[in-house]
């Protein structure tokens, strides 16, 4: 793996929100306390222009099926942008750009993103995070810390083995969150 993405030159990007202490959610899967904000004078902000051509930029979207029925109960966040949901489980088809998948990940990574998509950004949940970072399918990680401690939830990295990381940038904003990219220190091709 490499923080420069695959062979093709697609690159995954595994993007989440954490509490201080390491959860993503709730014991009821609840995400009310991202709404939290601290106060951090010396942060930056971010426009909406600026942050619409962020989103822009990303290419497809991949997601469990848990994290794909929040987002349609939040409004669908995702807009018309490709995405994919991993799951086993018949759900409601409601977006003409979201198509379902249910099967080996490498293969999906491999033969169905990279040869479509650049900017594959993976986004929840935790489950299938997990498996992409077993398997190797992330180049990069842009973790956001929430200025909250939950005590108790879901834990984004469960028990993986250990890997290494290089920190590519760290951002901190005037809301007190704070958000860490770091790149996969191996490389990851198609064929590997």
């Known amino acids: 793996m490499s923080g420069e993405g695959n062979a093709a030159g697609a690159k995954v990007t595994l993007h989440v929100v954490s509490s201080l202490d390491g959860f993503i959610a709730r014991k009821d899967n609840s995400v009310s306390w991202l709404d939290s904000t601290g106060v951090y004078e010396a942060g930056v902000s971010i426009s909406k222009e600026e942050a619409a051509a962020f989103v822009k930029a990303i290419d497809c979207y991949v997601l469990g099926s848990r994290t794909y029925e929040h987002a349609l109960e939040l409004g669908w966040p995702y ?10 489980r018949k759900l409601p088809s409601t977006k003409k750009s979201v198509e379902f998948y249910s099967g080996d990940l490498k293969t999906l990574v491999d033969e169905k993103l990279t040869p479509r998509y650049r900017n594959i950004w993976l986004v929840g949940g935790a489950m299938l995070c ?21 005590g108790d939830g879901l834990r984004l990295f469960g028990s993986l083995t250990e890997e290494k990381w290089n920190l590519k940038n760290v951002v901190a904003y005037k809301n007190g969150f704070v958000e860490l990219s770091y790149a996969a220190v191996n490389r990851r091709t198609l064929a590997g």
Do not use: K, N, S, Y
């Open 79 to 88: 807009g018309d942008t490709p995405t994919v949901v991993v799951t086993g």
């Open 130 to 150: 997990q498996r992409f970072l077993e398997l190797g399918l992330v180049d990069e990680i842009r973790l956001t810390i929430a200025p909250v401690l939950l």
